[in-house]
């Protein structure tokens, strides 16, 4: 079993900034990989960005390249999602995933096998 609890959303202007943090516990952190995915209301969960067990290897939504960096510290069992120039079009709940390890970053739902809470982000206009 693992778990998986994020923190750091909240509200922010656009154009702004946030640096969610996901902290994992009851499971080999570093010989996971690990996911950010959103949901907007009424939308299906889409993947954010992903980052392999070693932290190596990432992968990005065309939707936020350039504009988010995921990153981990295996000492402190975290994953981070930085976003900068936030829209408000990624007003969603983030959520934090963890999965098999594998060289090359998952990018689809069905890949993960834990799943955190969710933290909320808005962005305002």
């Known amino acids: 079993q693992v778990q998986l609890v994020e923190s750091g959303g909240g509200l922010v202007q656009a154009g702004g900034s946030l640096r969610l943090s996901c902290a994992a516990s009851?499971?080999?952190?570093?010989?996971?990989?690990m996911g950010w995915f959103r949901q907007a209301p009424g939308k299906e969960r889409t993947f954010v960005s992903a980052i392999n067990w070693r932290g190596g290897d990432t992968a990005y939504a065309d939707s936020v390249k350039g504009r988010f960096t995921i990153s981990r510290d295996n000492a402190k069992n975290t994953v981070y999602l930085q976003m900068n120039t936030l829209k408000p079009e990624d007003t969603a709940v983030y959520y934090c995933?963890?999965?098999?390890?594998?060289?090359?970053?998952?990018?689809?739902?069905?890949?993960?096998?834990?799943w955190g809470q969710g933290t909320q982000v808005t962005v305002s206009s």
């Open positions: 009851g499971r080999t952190f570093s010989r996971s990989n």
């Open positions: 995933a963890a999965g098999d390890r594998s060289i090359i970053p998952q990018i689809g739902v069905r890949q993960y096998d834990y």
